[in-house]
């Protein structure tokens, strides 16, 4: 491995390093407290995404694994953005909740390495790799909390769906290089389908991978274990899953989609399908929760479903959308997840939707960005959501699935109601006076300055992407344009 | 001048902000009214400064930056003669509703206030876009401050009512966003430009079985909010449960925003398409006419009397749209104006009542103008003019519909004419329950019962000699709309030419 290489896989280097450090450092530094070890885990991963956003590496790939396109850098960054975020959020909610000590943001840490891996990677087993790093470090990670039974039984829900989900992936990769013989994800994606059609053993080699995929992001059929997995996780554990994992599986997901040619056509029928489902399944179950989390499990099962309608427009036009999609999401749903967090006094994570009562004129800072990260979620303008939904239908008519368009835009419809419905109780509902202390303004913590930051910097993405979109919409679309390697 | 359209769109958002961060609900009060009245003052500057001209360009004043490269999105506004006349009518409605917000609205005042004045934004945005994309945004933008104000400030079931109209509009939006989304790409797959420019897609050659689904997706989002029936569902409970600057605004502009887009975007883009429509659209209309006044006379309560009158009214403009010639185009616009005036004070009238008598209850009045006769003229002033009555506004503009209506389909405009007979018919009543007949010792009339007062004197008078000046000299407001008029009548003709015309 060259010097050239080394220098280029710097970000890797710095997250991968950094987790080890913070393992070592609570050995030798006991006395440190879970304050100061986030923030230096948060400050490990935002020198690790400021390197991947500015630095220029030398060589297009290190050791036939690890690529630096444009694509494989964004995605670094929006890793080490979402676990930057994450570990802000952690440093009030860890006082008040048992995370862990050193080792949750070492974990942290790992499974942002974990991300960066798998949505870099350009070998299959490089891919694989990524997928257990990340996946590994956030079974212990939901599981953190060691006082809370839900915890660990969402960790072991997790686990069991990981582990089996897993097995399909490397299945099905090991498929693909039984039909193709090469472990490069350009060479074996062109291989398999440069014809025009597949063969039978890369079809199962796909229908697994996309069964591991699917489990992996939640994509309906494969979605079941969301929402016990979102209510008994920890609630900024969650929002790393639900936002930095789901990122670099789908980045991954198109890597392999964009390497492709003509032949991968005849996956569409089944992914269509599954878009389908997981459009309308995620958004009319979530009509019934009153259940925050939960709500918020079905509401990122539904907007997967969105991404994926752009993945199957990606050959035309759709993988700018699919990436800004992605982007957009991964501001909005930590910003929802971040307010839980911050909510979350020490009895457990708030639950019910009844506890948000009138919550807006109490903490009106928190409030507001949940109501704004619950109405670009909705998809409604001046927000990310709205040009993230706009981008998705334009390049699903643009590539002639209107009927995916039409269906898409008729679950969104729904959508608006289950997420108006938190906006209602924050804000519509006010506190039960008949209660002498309303039970929800004793359990709710004070603001800690580090979760409001990383609110605030939520917030004006939000808004920042919703209004001025030109800067990234062209940063992305300039990287897809190129091979993604 | 350059940049004199951003600045009355962006100005109360501009004061919106700082308004959330005062305490003192007073100030908050004064600093609302000042931008509403600084946003009038430019309105009413840009009029007098372009009605009376006589330009003959379309447009009055443009702005057009490059905005999302990537997707051809540019911000782009236009003020022509209709939407200077939009313009100004919100910007006067949105002074009265923070006057008559003065005394009724007494919590959360900063968020109230910061609600209405992004609505403005909103709204204005709505008036002055000519890139389809921004005035989308726009559309929604307005959406979401009337919901909290519904929800928050409302009376009786106004969460249900807030949640029914935020689904029913949002519904209509989306299908329009499809609507949108489609035309953008038949555009751009056939010049190869992708555009959201309202001229370059109105040049659209849109095949004719494509161009019927886009309408019916524009139709449907526009119909909703205007709203005629039988997509009127959420409309007398939005406004029942309203605070009275809630209804102002909703009646008094944002259903315009509906026929404002018909007139702006659904038909001269879609001319072809808007045409195999007309039976629909007439129809439609038509049934509205009727039904919303039948529905209207049986109702007890005067806010949704009123509520009812506003879709019977509406429907009246949509069928002088699709008629699509210069007198019933002009009197659509006209009427669009008059609508806004009258209703918006028929609600501030109820308001007034309402905070007086704490009850909206036809049945607990009469023998009004014994208690309070300057408000029983006002009231009745409005109550004529929103009946037609000669030498008021409503005339001029309902007049000039029928005349055009009339030389092209005959047979809609007598039917149209029946319809609107049917309005004196509720609108005496509302007139002779209230206002005449003895004071009931158990009615709301029983005790003390204040006339207008000064702040109240500050809202109607304006609105009243509107009403009567319109009435008497409509031309004042018809100058300014010949030539945008002549200008999309140009645009459907052309357009419409190879396919037979949209006149039949």
Same mark, same amino acid.
């Given at each position: 491995?060259?010097?050239?290489?080394?220098?280029?896989?710097?970000?890797?280097?710095?997250?991968?390093?950094?987790?080890?450090?913070?393992?070592?450092?609570?050995?030798?530094?006991?006395?440190?407290?879970?304050?100061?070890?986030?923030?230096?885990?948060?400050?490990?991963?935002?020198?690790?995404?400021?390197?991947?956003?500015?630095?220029?590496?030398?060589?297009?790939?290190?050791?036939?694994?690890?690529?630096?396109?444009?694509?494989?850098?964004?995605?670094?960054?929006?890793?080490?953005?979402?676990?930057?975020?994450?570990?802000?959020?952690?440093?009030?909610?860890?006082?008040?909740?048992?995370?862990?000590?050193?080792?949750?943001?070492?974990?942290?840490?790992?499974?942002?390495?974990?991300?960066?891996?798998?949505?870099?990677?350009?070998?299959?087993?490089?891919?694989?790799?990524?997928?257990?790093?990340?996946?590994?470090?956030?079974?212990?990670?939901?599981?953190?909390?060691?006082?809370?039974?839900?915890?660990?039984?969402?960790?072991?829900?997790?686990?069991?769906?990981?582990?089996?989900?897993?097995?399909?992936?490397?299945?099905?990769?090991?498929?693909?290089?039984?039909?193709?013989?090469?472990?490069?994800?350009?060479?074996?994606?062109?291989?398999?389908?440069?014809?025009?059609?597949?063969?039978?053993?890369?079809?199962?080699?796909?229908?697994?991978?996309?069964?591991?995929?699917?489990?992996?992001?939640?994509?309906?059929?494969?979605?079941?274990?969301?929402?016990?997995?979102?209510?008994?996780?920890?609630?900024?554990?969650?929002?790393?899953?639900?936002?930095?994992?789901?990122?670099?599986?789908?980045?991954?997901?198109?890597?392999?989609?964009?390497?492709?040619?003509?032949?991968?056509?005849?996956?569409?029928?089944?992914?269509?399908?599954?878009?389908?489902?997981?459009?309308?399944?995620?958004?009319?179950?979530?009509?019934?929760?009153?259940?925050?989390?939960?709500?918020?499990?079905?509401?990122?099962?539904?907007?997967?479903?969105?991404?994926?309608?752009?993945?199957?427009?990606?050959?035309?036009?759709?993988?700018?959308?699919?990436?800004?999609?992605?982007?957009?999401?991964?501001?909005?749903?930590?910003?929802?997840?971040?307010?839980?967090?911050?909510?979350?006094?020490?009895?457990?994570?708030?639950?019910?939707?009844?506890?948000?009562?009138?919550?807006?004129?109490?903490?009106?800072?928190?409030?507001?960005?949940?109501?704004?990260?619950?109405?670009?979620?909705?998809?409604?303008?001046?927000?990310?959501?709205?040009?993230?939904?706009?981008?998705?239908?334009?390049?699903?008519?643009?590539?002639?699935?209107?009927?995916?368009?039409?269906?898409?835009?008729?679950?969104?419809?729904?959508?608006?109601?289950?997420?108006?419905?938190?906006?209602?109780?924050?804000?519509?509902?006010?506190?039960?006076?008949?209660?002498?202390?309303?039970?929800?303004?004793?359990?709710?913590?004070?603001?800690?300055?580090?979760?409001?930051?990383?609110?605030?910097?939520?917030?004006?993405?939000?808004?920042?992407?919703?209004?001025?979109?030109?800067?990234?919409?062209?940063?992305?679309?300039?990287?897809?344009?190129?091979?993604?390697? | 001048?350059?940049?004199?359209?951003?600045?009355?769109?962006?100005?109360?958002?501009?004061?919106?902000?700082?308004?959330?961060?005062?305490?003192?609900?007073?100030?908050?009060?004064?600093?609302?009214?000042?931008?509403?009245?600084?946003?009038?003052?430019?309105?009413?500057?840009?009029?007098?400064?372009?009605?009376?001209?006589?330009?003959?360009?379309?447009?009055?004043?443009?702005?057009?930056?490059?905005?999302?490269?990537?997707?051809?999105?540019?911000?782009?506004?236009?003020?022509?003669?209709?939407?200077?006349?939009?313009?100004?009518?919100?910007?006067?409605?949105?002074?009265?509703?923070?006057?008559?917000?003065?005394?009724?609205?007494?919590? !959360?005042?900063?968020?109230?206030?910061?609600?209405?004045?992004?609505?403005?934004?909103?709204?204005?945005?709505?008036?002055?876009?000519?890139?389809?994309?921004?005035?989308?945004?726009?559309?929604?933008?307005?959406?979401?401050?009337?919901?909290?104000?519904?929800?928050?400030?409302?009376?009786?079931? !106004?969460?249900?009512?807030?949640?029914?109209?935020?689904?029913?509009?949002?519904?209509?939006?989306?299908?329009?966003?499809?609507?949108?989304?489609?035309?953008?790409?038949?555009?751009? !797959?056939?010049?190869?430009?992708?555009?959201?420019?309202?001229?370059?897609?109105?040049?659209?050659?849109?095949?004719?079985?494509?161009?019927?689904?886009?309408?019916?997706?524009?139709?449907?989002?526009?119909?909703?909010?205007?709203?005629?029936?039988?997509?009127?569902?959420?409309?007398?409970?939005?406004?029942?449960?309203?605070?009275?600057?809630?209804?102002?605004?909703?009646?008094?502009?944002?259903?315009?925003?509906?026929?404002?887009?018909?007139?702006?975007?659904?038909?001269?883009?879609?001319?072809?398409?808007?045409?195999?429509?007309?039976?629909?659209?007439?129809?439609?209309?038509?049934?509205?006419?009727?039904?919303?006044?039948?529905?209207?006379?049986?109702?007890?309560?005067?806010?949704?009397?009123?509520?009812?009158?506003?879709?019977?009214?509406?429907?009246?403009?949509?069928?002088?749209?699709?008629?699509?010639?210069?007198?019933?185009?002009?009197?659509?616009?006209?009427?669009?104006?008059?609508?806004?005036?009258?209703?918006?004070?028929?609600?501030?009238?109820?308001?007034?009542?309402?905070? !007086?008598?704490?009850?909206?209850?036809?049945?607990?009045?009469?023998?009004?103008?014994?208690?309070?006769?300057?408000?029983?003229?006002?009231?009745?002033?409005?109550?004529?003019?929103?009946?037609?009555?000669?030498?008021?506004?409503?005339?001029?503009?309902?007049?000039?519909?029928?005349?055009?209506?009339?030389?092209?389909?005959?047979?809609?405009?007598?039917?149209?004419?029946?319809?609107?007979?049917?309005?004196?018919?509720?609108?005496?009543?509302?007139?002779?329950?209230?206002?005449?007949?003895?004071?009931?010792?158990?009615?709301?009339?029983?005790?003390?019962?204040?006339?207008?007062?000064?702040?109240?004197?500050?809202?109607?008078?304006?609105?009243?000699?509107?009403?009567?000046?319109?009435?008497?000299?409509?031309?004042?407001?018809?100058?300014?709309?010949?030539?945008?008029?002549?200008?999309?009548?140009?645009?459907?003709?052309?357009?419409?030419?190879?396919?037979?015309?949209?006149?039949?």
């Amino acid at each position: 491995m060259s010097i050239q290489e080394l220098y280029a896989l710097l970000p890797l280097e710095i997250l991968g390093i950094g987790s080890m450090v913070m393992l070592l450092a609570g050995a030798f530094f006991p006395s440190v407290g879970k304050k100061a070890l986030n923030f230096s885990g948060a400050a490990i991963t935002l020198s690790a995404g400021l390197v991947a956003t500015f630095y220029s590496p030398a060589v297009p790939e290190a050791g036939h694994m690890i690529g630096f396109s444009g694509f494989s850098l964004f995605f670094t960054a929006l890793s080490c953005f979402a676990a930057f975020i994450t570990l802000l959020i952690s440093a009030g909610y860890s006082e008040r909740r048992p995370l862990g000590e050193e080792e949750y943001p070492s974990l942290v840490l790992f499974a942002a390495f974990g991300m960066a891996f798998l949505s870099s990677s350009t070998s299959l087993l490089g891919i694989f790799v990524g997928l257990e790093s990340m996946t590994l470090a956030l079974y212990i990670l939901i599981a953190s909390n060691k006082a809370d039974p839900l915890s660990g039984e969402a960790g072991v829900k997790y686990l069991v769906v990981g582990a089996v989900s897993t097995a399909f992936f490397a299945f099905g990769l090991s498929l693909v290089y039984f039909d193709t013989g090469t472990l490069s994800v350009t060479a074996a994606m062109q291989a398999m389908t440069h014809t025009g059609k597949m063969s039978p053993v890369g079809l199962v080699g796909w229908a697994m991978l996309l069964v591991g995929i699917g489990f992996k992001v939640s994509l309906a059929p494969f979605h079941l274990w969301a929402p016990d997995v979102y209510e008994g996780g920890p609630a900024p554990v969650i929002a790393f899953l639900s936002t930095g994992s789901k990122a670099a599986v789908f980045a991954a997901f198109l890597r392999l989609t964009l390497a492709s040619s003509s032949g991968w056509g005849s996956l569409v029928p089944v992914l269509w399908t599954v878009a389908v489902l997981t459009m309308a399944y995620g958004n009319i179950a979530a009509l019934t929760q009153d259940n925050v989390k939960r709500l918020l499990a079905y509401s990122s099962i539904a907007q997967m479903g969105y991404v994926l309608v752009a993945l199957i427009a990606a050959p035309g036009s759709g993988g700018t959308s699919a990436v800004f999609y992605l982007l957009a999401f991964v501001a909005m749903d930590l910003a929802a997840f971040g307010v839980i967090a911050s909510f979350s006094g020490k009895d457990g994570d708030i639950g019910g939707i009844d506890g948000l009562r009138g919550l807006g004129y109490v903490y009106p800072f928190r409030s507001a960005a949940l109501a704004l990260a619950f109405f670009s979620l909705a998809g409604l303008p001046p927000t990310a959501g709205f040009i993230a939904k706009f981008g998705v239908f334009y390049a699903a008519v643009k590539s002639g699935y209107v009927y995916l368009a039409v269906i898409g835009i008729a679950t969104a419809i729904i959508s608006v109601y289950y997420y108006l419905k938190v906006v209602v109780y924050l804000y519509m509902r006010p506190a039960d006076s008949s209660k002498v202390v309303p039970l929800a303004m004793t359990a709710i913590p004070r603001p800690d300055p580090a979760g409001h930051f990383a609110l605030a910097v939520l917030m004006a993405a939000i808004i920042a992407l919703g209004i001025l979109p030109g800067g990234m919409l062209d940063l992305i679309a300039g990287f897809m344009a190129r091979p993604l390697i | 001048m350059q940049y004199a359209l951003t600045c009355m769109v962006f100005l109360p958002v501009a004061f919106a902000v700082p308004v959330l961060f005062i305490r003192d609900d007073a100030l908050v009060r004064w600093v609302a009214l000042v931008a509403t009245a600084a946003e009038l003052l430019l309105g009413t500057m840009l009029f007098f400064t372009f009605a009376q001209a006589g330009h003959s360009g379309k447009w009055l004043l443009v702005e057009d930056h490059a905005w999302i490269a990537q997707l051809g999105i540019r911000y782009s506004l236009g003020m022509d003669g209709i939407s200077l006349l939009l313009v100004v009518l919100s910007a006067l409605l949105f002074v009265m509703s923070v006057i008559v917000s003065w005394r009724s609205v007494k919590e !959360r005042v900063p968020l109230f206030h910061f609600m209405l004045l992004l609505m403005e934004t909103g709204v204005l945005g709505v008036f002055l876009s000519t890139d389809l994309f921004l005035f989308y945004l726009f559309w929604e933008v307005m959406l979401i401050p009337m919901f909290f104000i519904i929800g928050i400030w409302g009376h009786g079931r !106004r969460v249900y009512s807030a949640v029914k109209f935020f689904i029913y509009t949002v519904t209509g939006s989306l299908l329009m966003l499809l609507g949108i989304i489609g035309l953008y790409i038949v555009h751009g !797959r056939q010049t190869g430009i992708y555009t959201f420019a309202l001229d370059a897609l109105a040049a659209t050659n849109v095949e004719p079985s494509t161009g019927l689904w886009l309408f019916a997706a524009f139709l449907v989002g526009f119909a909703v909010k205007v709203p005629v029936f039988p997509l009127h569902a959420w409309l007398p409970d939005a406004h029942t449960d309203a605070p009275t600057a809630g209804s102002v605004i909703l009646a008094g502009i944002m259903l315009k925003t509906g026929t404002y887009g018909l007139l702006r975007i659904g038909f001269p883009l879609l001319p072809y398409a808007a045409l195999s429509f007309l039976p629909v659209i007439f129809m439609v209309g038509l049934v509205g006419v009727f039904y919303a006044s039948w529905v209207a006379f049986a109702q007890s309560d005067m806010k949704r009397l009123v509520a009812y009158s506003s879709i019977s009214h509406l429907a009246l403009v949509v069928i002088g749209i699709a008629a699509w010639n210069e007198l019933s185009l002009a009197g659509s616009v006209l009427q669009m104006v008059n609508h806004g005036i009258t209703t918006g004070a028929l609600f501030i009238m109820v308001g007034m009542l309402d905070e !007086r008598a704490h009850t909206r209850e036809m049945a607990a009045f009469g023998g009004l103008w014994a208690k309070a006769p300057a408000m029983s003229a006002f009231f009745l002033l409005f109550i004529l003019s929103s009946l037609g009555l000669p030498g008021l506004n409503n005339f001029a503009g309902e007049f000039l519909i029928f005349v055009g209506l009339f030389r092209e389909h005959p047979v809609i405009a007598a039917a149209a004419f029946a319809g609107v007979v049917w309005t004196l018919a509720y609108l005496l009543r509302l007139a002779q329950k209230v206002l005449f007949g003895p004071v009931t010792d158990t009615g709301a009339l029983a005790g003390e019962f204040p006339d207008l007062t000064a702040r109240e004197y500050a809202v109607v008078v304006p609105l009243a000699v509107l009403v009567i000046a319109i009435g008497l000299y409509p031309s004042m407001l018809l100058r300014p709309l010949d030539a945008p008029i002549q200008g999309l009548i140009v645009i459907v003709k052309v357009a419409s030419a190879g396919t037979g015309g949209l006149a039949p």
